[in-house]
């Protein structure tokens, strides 16, 4: 420890020799701030961009070099330092080509603390150097205030995909644009022990942060400018464009095993002690990334190509859990990500562009535990049990290209066509089919899923400067398809085998009994059961919608925006959604904002037409459980009926403010969701015949009530030619369940206690971030801090009986909580630039190795002994990071 308080010390007298800040602010011909562009110091690859509001701050080597200011669409410019310790630029239009718009606005002329709603804008190219996290949810977990992402173990297809929500609502309730694009879901619905069970979502971590500029975090409802799934908020992900720079990053993290807790002796992965397959380590979790972009100019009037790659390789981690879950753990992943930003000038007025990838990813996750005394196993083939392993080879696509061009009268119009598909395919290893006994394969090709969605869109907008204070008017359409596929598995994954190994078709045929138990011996690949040709699903649908849009500056100080969006679908009617917002500053430096807005989600077709007979494992005891699609007899019959859409109503109320180095924004809200779509509990099913204990369904369950605050506080202070950074985020959030639409059925089977606890659980009851950061143009260093509020959830307790427990009424109720206290999470990086074109980091995620409440594993949802929370489960993350740039 001496030795590295040296080496910093070293570092930072370095760093004070030869060094110079510059801020300042890039302006447009009409005093709106930039966002985006590019400053370097002339003649080198130092370089920074411009903040949403067009702010900007450089460390540079010298007092007598210069700085150059590039925008896409705009004449570059270059300004002397000249001692200058502020720089401020107004940059002329040039080329039409990449106007950027932030979202939630359509104007070209809007940015994030004059903007009438809450937006956060994330720079990625900064942070991805400076943190030791390697995926986008992860880095949104710790910067956006009111985004959570959690890993997950043992829930089948979600471990390979983290669920992410906005503002506690579900993880398909926030629409994810690519540079203003929809980006199309995963084919993936969280199902068995997730966050936001009975949801789809977007596959974020399928993007390279590599090649990602900036992402802008819309905190507000907006279906009536983006249509379905915008009820919580936006995410729009913007590119890179830089050209004529290869820049890039490689990253080596382990994670240490010594877990947190009181566990008994020979517990499974208990501070990395008796692992499963594999020898006693002090960390796990190897993780190597390498990542790379580079741009190039494509003629002389602003065109450009951008690349990406990118290279990860993720070794899995094992933590404590129960006998029955000896993999409890993150999973393991090696993938491989390539995606290009490109736009080539046609004329002064006129541009093509496209972007579009690639995305492919083999993951490995562990399954719950079969002992060897069970119908589920074979001691012919596992003497011991087995535990087995779920992967998959997940690749997601994606293409999206337009024209741009602005007319003569000032119109500017956007055609533009994007399509996207993801796939998940699985292969079940480590595993056997019971009832072909000895004979059985131990690897089984078990199917899966798509969705594919393809988006044409035709957008039109005009900025009148000379109304009033200035009007911006955007119309447009779009016609969007979509198709959700499930494909079956080999027959050995589903199918259950008579005495004979001769798929089981009628009654009178023999099933193998266990030897030891008596019971008979299911079929099917254990871990994971196949897909049957009876739950293949081919299903389209279409919509078309209209919308307008305007913004007009009633006074300097006065904003007011509306927006209208008609929608119609194929296969469930029509719906109108709109969005009024204000902003009125009282002066330069405070301003108070607010809107109202109507909301919907459609029904995504995988919660329509998603079906699958699974294994479900409850106190360590296996079931088998049928997940009934929408349109089955089956669900009719239980009076669940056909979905809806879901609507909501969106308020907001807040303020900003901004007086030198220091901005604040306050924003509060309400969001009330009527006839949300949620995964019910258990019901009894038995009495089908068709060798299940239980089924459950997709229904529009709940009439809910979100109600929080959002806190974002940022100040700089200079030093000299060194400065700190400060920045505290937080969000506290209430989520009510005002009503169960449960009908005749039984609301505790409809929608019990244990699924209204996790529900309340998809976002902590408060969440704080403080980050420091102290920056020089030789050496930076930072520290975050994170508080995570306790959360509760309810263990597999609740269903059993209060004898159990002592008898007391209630008692099981009680013993099933589990109770996560407050938690706080230190993460520590440092920076040395060892030339202008390398650097070095090190750091840690979770410095002191905190982890989260001890549980009983044998109850809890995930055979671990924590649950899958907000602040993870794997304990403290170290890295090291080479970045270069060329």
């Not at 936001?196 to 974020?204: A, E, F, I, L, Y």
């Not at 936006?234 to 830089?242: A, G, H, W, Y």
């Not at 404590?320 to 753990?329: L, W």
């Not at 996750?365 to 083939?381: L, M, Q, S, Y």
């Amino acid at each position: 420890m001496k030795q590295l308080s040296l080496l910093l010390t070293i570092m930072f007298i370095s760093a004070q020799l030869f060094s110079q800040t510059i801020e300042g602010t890039v302006t447009d011909e009409s005093g709106f701030g930039l966002p985006g562009v590019n400053v370097t110091e002339t003649g080198t690859n130092n370089g920074t961009i411009s903040d949403v509001d067009g702010k900007y701050m450089l460390n540079v080597s010298g007092l007598n070099g210069s700085l150059t200011f590039s925008y896409i669409g705009y004449t570059t410019q270059i300004k002397p330092v000249n001692g200058s310790t502020e720089i401020n630029v107004t940059l002329l239009e040039g080329m039409l080509l990449g106007e950027v718009q932030v979202v939630g606005s359509r104007s070209f002329r809007r940015s994030s603390t004059n903007s009438p709603v809450a937006i956060d804008i994330i720079d990625l190219s900064d942070i991805q150097t400076r943190n030791g996290q390697v995926e986008i949810n992860q880095i949104l977990q710790y910067a956006a205030p009111s985004f959570n992402a959690s890993k997950q173990s043992g829930s089948d297809g979600a471990d390979h995909i983290d669920p992410a929500t906005l503002r506690g609502l579900g993880p398909d309730q926030t629409l994810v644009l690519i540079n203003g694009k929809r980006r199309h879901q995963s084919s993936l619905i969280n199902v068995f022990g997730t966050r936001g069970r009975g949801n789809t979502g977007t596959d974020m971590n399928a993007i390279p942060v590599s090649a990602i500029k900036r992402i802008e975090v819309l905190r507000d409802g907006a279906s009536a400018q983006y249509g379905s799934d915008a009820i919580a908020g936006v995410i729009n992900i913007v590119l890179n464009d830089k050209t004529e720079t290869l820049q890039g990053s490689i990253t080596y993290g382990v994670s240490s095993t010594a877990s947190e807790g009181n566990f008994a002796a020979g517990t499974p992965n208990a501070d990395g002690k008796n692992r499963l397959y594999d020898e006693d380590k002090s960390y796990d979790g190897n993780t190597v990334k390498v990542g790379t972009n580079y741009g190039m100019k494509i003629g002389e009037q602003g065109g450009f190509i951008n690349l990406t790659s990118e290279l990860i390789s993720k070794s899995r981690t094992l933590r404590p859990g129960a006998s029955f879950r000896k993999g409890f753990g993150e999973a393991a992943i090696d993938g491989f990500n390539f995606l290009i930003n490109a736009a080539v000038p046609l004329s002064n007025n006129t541009e093509l562009y496209a972007f579009g990838g690639r995305n492919y990813r083999d993951t490995d996750a562990f399954a719950f535990t079969r002992d060897n005394e069970t119908p589920r196993n074979v001691i012919g083939i596992y003497p011991d049990g087995f535990t087995p392993r779920i992967t998959s080879i997940i690749t997601d696509g994606s293409l999206s290209a337009g024209l741009r061009h602005e007319m003569n009268n000032g119109w500017k119009v956007d055609f533009n066509n994007t399509f996207g598909k993801n796939k998940f395919h699985y292969q079940i290893k480590n595993t056997i089919n019971a009832s072909l006994e000895e004979g059985s394969p131990t690897e089984f090709d078990a199917g899966g899923h798509s969705l594919s969605q393809n988006t044409t869109g035709l957008d039109f907008s005009k900025y009148y400067k000379n109304v009033l204070k200035g009007f911006n008017l955007a119309l447009g359409t779009e016609y969007r398809t979509e198709n959700f596929v499930i494909f079956d598995g080999e027959t050995g994954s589903y199918a259950v085998y008579d005495i004979n190994g001769v798929p089981v078709t009628n009654p009178n045929q023999v099933i193998p009994v266990d030897p030891i138990t008596g019971e008979e011996r299911p079929g099917g690949s254990q871990g994971f059961p196949g897909y049957s040709p009876a739950n293949t699903v081919d299903k389209f649908r279409s919509n078309l919608s209209f919308y307008v849009d305007g913004e007009m500056n009633l006074t300097e100080a006065f904003l007011v925006s509306a927006a209208l969006r008609y929608e119609d679908y194929s296969d469930f009617g029509n719906t109108l959604n709109y969005k009024f917002s204000s902003r009125y500053k009282i002066s330069d430096f405070l301003a108070f904002r607010g809107s109202v807005s109507s909301g919907f989600r459609a029904p995504s077709l995988a919660q329509k037409y998603y079906n699958l007979k699974f294994t479900n494992f409850v106190g360590g005891t296996a079931s088998e459980v049928l997940l009934s699609p929408n349109n089955s007899p089956v669900t009719r019959g239980f009076g669940i009926q056909e979905l809806t859409q879901e609507t909501a109503q969106n308020l907001s109320l807040g303020l900003t403010l901004s007086h030198g180095n220091f901005t604040a924004t306050f924003d509060a809200y309400q969001i009330k969701i009527n006839d949300r779509i949620v995964l019910t509990d258990y019901f009894d099913a038995s009495h089908l015949g068709i060798n299940v204990e239980a089924a459950q369904f997709f229904a529009n369950g709940l009439d809910t009530k979100t109600k929080g605050l959002d806190v974002v506080l940022s100040y700089k202070h200079h030093m000299g030619d060194n400065s700190l950074n400060f920045a505290l985020v937080g969000n506290v959030n209430k989520i009510d369940i005002e009503k169960i639409n449960n009908g005749s059925l039984d609301p505790d089977v409809f929608y019990g206690p244990r699924e209204q606890y996790f529900l309340k659980a998809s976002a902590p009851d408060y969440k704080f971030g403080l980050n420091s950061r102290f920056i020089s143009p030789k050496f930076e260093a930072g520290l975050a801090l994170t508080q995570f509020s306790g959360i509760t959830l309810l263990g597999w307790e609740v269903f059993e009986s209060d004898d159990d427990f002592g008898g007391t009424p209630g008692a099981a109720f009680e013993a099933s909580k589990d109770v996560y206290k407050p938690a706080l999470v230190v993460d520590f990086s440092a920076q040395y630039n060892l030339t202008q074109k390398l650097s070095l980091s090190i750091g840690a995620n979770n410095l002191l190795n905190k982890y989260p409440t001890q549980q009983d594993a044998d109850w809890t949802d995930s055979g671990g002994y924590w649950d899958s929370v907000q602040m993870g489960f794997s304990g403290r993350y170290i890295f090291g990071r080479l970045g270069f740039r060329f």
